[in-house]
């Protein structure tokens, strides 16, 4: 049984999806700690009701990065989580966490990668006017959303669609892969290879 850490600065809609999908035993685990860098997030909100440990490190407190995130993997260590999802986190990983966790923390990301990496990906895709976009789970690396990609799932974009529209069918796709790339994870299914992630 997999123990699971979420750092999530949003609204936490992946957080729940992966909540669920422990509670409805399609990840054979648990989340143990839910983080956030903003007080105010709903994902804190959502860690609560589920009566998951949560907490909120202001990254403000901190002089540097570096100790910011040596706070973080104090809390996550003692939570005894093994694997680290990123979920609407909206820090790029440094050096402290990757070199504590890296191979162990996953990102999802709403594009199909490497195109339309960064901030506002959906509205990077509609705006460019791609016909299909979707969303990348992938392995965390120094790259900002560069990682070994371990699912995609694509989505059409049609004439009548809004960037709203574009980023809700997204979401919901994000909700399915995301706990389908943790389930593996946790069967141990995942082997790494340079850029490329093997299902086994
Ligand atoms: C998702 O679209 C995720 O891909 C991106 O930020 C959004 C977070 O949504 N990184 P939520 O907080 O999980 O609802």
Partial sequence: MIKIA????????????????CKNKTIDGSVVLVISDKKDAYALKRAKDALIESIFIDPKSFPSKGLYETEVVKAIKKSGADLVCLAGYMKIVGDVMLSNYKGKTINIHPALLPSFPGLHAQKQAFDYGVKVSGATVHFVDEGCDTGPIIIQSCVKV????????????????????????IRLFAEGKLKIEGKKVKIL
Avoid: C
């Avoid at 979420?6 to 999908?21: E, F, T, Y």
């Avoid at 009548?160 to 980023?167: C, F, R, V, W």
């Fill in 6 to 21: 979420v750092l999530a600065s949003g609204s936490g809609s992946n957080l729940q999806a992966i909540i669920d999908a």
């Fill in 158 to 181: 049609f004439e009548n669609d809004t960037e709203e529209s574009l980023q809700k069918r997204i979401l919901d796709e994000e909700h399915k892969i995301y706990p389908e790339a």
